[in-house]
């Protein structure tokens, strides 16, 4: 099992940039593939990004492809996400998950994670 908990949130004008975390506990942090997701109010949650347990391979969804990175250290067993060139609609509470499909190819199907963190409010102003 494990426990996860995602920081680095907060406001931000359109056009900057913000870099959150997602700290694992557990031996088996590694292990996982992990996933970044997001929820803006009034809408469902989202897939936005995912990385293999190696850090080898890395997939996003269309909408922030070229401008967010998902990147991993396994020995500090954290989890990035770098967010550039932030837009108002990027605004939502962002999530990290473990996968628990597969540890090689993450997909963004939601019910392929689990173990989900609490959350951190990025909030874009225009």
């Known amino acids: 099992q494990v426990q996860l908990v995602e920081s680095g949130g907060g406001l931000v004008q359109a056009g900057g940039s913000l870099k959150l975390s997602c700290a694992g506990s557990g031996r088996t942090f590694s292990s996982y593939a992990m996933g970044w997701f997001r929820q803006a109010p009034g809408k469902e949650r989202e897939f936005v990004a995912a990385i293999s347990w190696s850090g080898g391979s890395t997939y996003s969804a269309d909408s922030v492809r070229g401008r967010f990175t998902i990147s991993r250290d396994n020995v500090k067993n954290t989890v990035y996400l770098q967010m550039n060139n932030l837009k108002p609609e990027d605004t939502a509470v962002y999530y990290c998950?473990?996968?628990?499909?597969?540890?090689?190819?993450?997909?963004?199907?939601?019910?392929?994670?689990?173990?989900w963190g609490q959350g951190t409010q990025v909030t874009v102003s225009s």
């Open positions: 998950a473990a996968n628990v499909r597969s540890p090689v190819v993450p997909g963004g199907s939601q019910m392929d994670y689990a173990y």
